[in-house]
């Protein structure tokens, strides 16, 4: 009789030490799989392009920036709080003047109705993504690209100096 209490005192052990391994782990991966808690701007590309989408995904904040919204292929799928703010600024990098601010886009919602761009970022279906400079808080994201991770810089003028240079160094 002594044998059969012990194993079930074994038995719930094993039993509870399984239930707190099993917690551990499903709480886990759900910090793994929600990907917007790491989303930065020096993260953006690397999110967008671990989206699962057959056309565009996009990042889109309108009005003051307060509020955006990823789209996958044309549908909003997720709203992100927090991320920037109407301070936002993005450049086009044009080979005989650098770095020039872009103008707003447009966007018309589901109703047809245009709505004010504060910030847009998408990839296509090769998961390249617009040619940009996001200026923001003072650091500069250099969105250009492929295969590096977003470099930051700390002025327009850096990272109009390492364009040039990677310029010249293609065209040599």
């Known amino acids: ?21 099993y917690t551990l782990a499903i709480s886990n991966f759900s910090k793994l799989t929600d990907k917007s808690d790491r989303l930065r701007l020096d ?17 889109l904040c309108l009005d003051d920036c307060s509020e955006c919204g990823v789209y ?14 109407k301070s936002v600024r993005l450049y086009r990098y044009e080979d005989l ?9 447009f966007y018309f919602n589901s109703r047809g109705i245009e709505e004010s761009v504060c910030f ?7 998961k390249i993504g617009d040619q940009t400079l996001i200026e923001y808080k003072g ?14 810089y ?11 240079k990677l310029r010249s160094e293609v065209l040599q």
């Open 139 to 152: 650091k500069y994201y250099d969105m250009s690209t492929y295969f590096e991770t977003t470099p930051v």
């Open 97 to 105: 003047y650098g770095f020039i601010e872009k103008e707003p886009e």
């Open 43 to 59: 993260t953006l590309k690397e999110y967008l392009a671990s989206l699962k989408y057959d056309k565009e995904a996009r990042l």
């Open 1 to 21: 009789m002594k044998r059969s209490a012990f194993t079930l005192i074994e038995l719930l052990i094993v039993i509870v030490i399984m239930g707190v391994i």
């Open 72 to 85: 996958i292929d044309g549908n909003e799928t997720q709203k992100i709080e927090g991320l920037l703010d």
């Open 120 to 126: 847009s970022y998408k990839m296509d279906s090769k």
């Open 154 to 164: 700390n002025s327009i003028q850096e990272a109009q100096d390492v364009r040039e």
